[in-house]
């Protein structure tokens, strides 16, 4: 068996010590260009050769929960993509989203420019009833959030693609029910793959059916938002905060606009971190089922070209 490496933005021999240790048989090698045909590659942000020579792949991984960049490419006809299906993704999701939505809500922002002014100052308890929280996205990481957002008693609402009934959480699909999950939301949790569908879902039009007084959340791709529209949508007072984690360009050009308003709250990418251990246990596991014949289809995280996560 062969297994190719490649991902720029980690130092590779942990990797790769962790799957020939996994594989003592197999060749396992960082991707160099002309490689010889290899039974599965590992990857982040691969370049189009790999793809183009690595036509006989049993499966390609993608090392991240996100997609989006991968499949922008010419990928292998034929050949099974799977992405992180967890992998220890969904609780950093949870505890990163709780607190945002406990920090908005509990204005723990503008405690923190009082006490470093040295003012004393409380602020008036806000309605829980009144601070519904909507998740955009309703897979893994979604599901988790929503899970752990329970916890604190906030009423709670779902959107996907396709409709799906979660306890505690009233749920909407598709897109004739956007506006009525926009309208019963007052803050709002992006969590949705990046596809042509969702590119700039997050604009004038959807923000402004928020809650007045609302807050945004974005925890999944920057081209799901565009950056303008929720400058004036902070500008006008009709939203009140956002926590982004995610930018159309990473790192956030030091020139943007997001940097200078006191109302958000930047993160660099960094709500769910790809674990190295969790995600390669996953892939190990997923190369020993495939080589003892079991079938992709139906295994977590396998990618459905046609719809684009
Ligand atoms: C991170 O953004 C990922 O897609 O894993």
């Keep these: 068996m062969r297994i190719l490496f490649r991902d720029l933005t980690v130092p590779p021999e942990p990797w790769l010590g962790f799957l020939r240790q996994a594989f003592p048989q ?25 793809l ?32 992180l299906d967890d992998a220890g993704m969904a609780v950093q ?3 990163y989203v709780c607190h945002a939505v406990i920090r ?27 601070f519904s929280v909507g998740v955009l996205g309703l897979g893994v990481l979604g599901q988790r959030v929503l899970k752990a957002l329970e916890a604190f008693e906030f009423p709670l609402r779902g959107w996907g693609r396709t409709p799906r009934h979660l ?14 999950f926009l309208a019963a939301s007052r803050v709002l949790v992006n969590l949705l793959p990046l596809t042509p569908e969702t ?20 925890v ?23 926590t982004l984690d995610v930018f159309r360009q990473e790192p956030l050009p030091p020139e943007h606009a997001f940097w200078r308003d006191a109302r958000i709250t930047l993160t660099p990418h960094t709500s769910a971190r790809t674990l190295r251990e969790d995600s390669l246990a996953q892939i190990v596991a997923k190369i020993r089922a495939l080589e003892a014949g079991a079938a992709p289809q139906g295994m977590g995280g396998l990618v459905r070209l046609q719809v684009g996560y």
């Design 220 to 242: 999944a791709r920057g081209r799901h938002l565009v950056d303008e529209d929720l400058l004036a949508l902070l500008g006008s007072g009709h939203l009140a905060g956002a």
């Design 167 to 180: 306890n505690g959480v009233q749920t909407f699909a598709g897109p004739q029910e956007l506006p009525g």
């Design 104 to 130: 908005h809500f509990r204005e723990l922002d503008k405690v923190e420019v009082d006490t470093r002014a040295g003012r004393w100052q409380q602020r008036q308890p806000r309605s829980r009833a009144e």
């Design 52 to 83: 183009d020579e690595q036509t006989q792949l049993k499966a390609l991984f993608q090392i991240a929960a996100g997609v989006d960049a991968l499949l922008k490419l010419r990928l292998p006809v034929g050949v099974p993509v799977f992405r």
């Design 93 to 95: 999701m949870a505890e």
């Design 199 to 218: 590119e700039n879902l997050l604009n004038t039009q959807t923000l402004s059916q928020l809650q007045p007084g609302g807050y945004l959340i974005n």
């Design 26 to 50: 197999a060749s396992v090698e960082l991707w160099q260009p002309g490689a010889a045909p290899a039974d599965y590659a590992l990857v982040w942000a691969p370049p189009q050769q790999l």
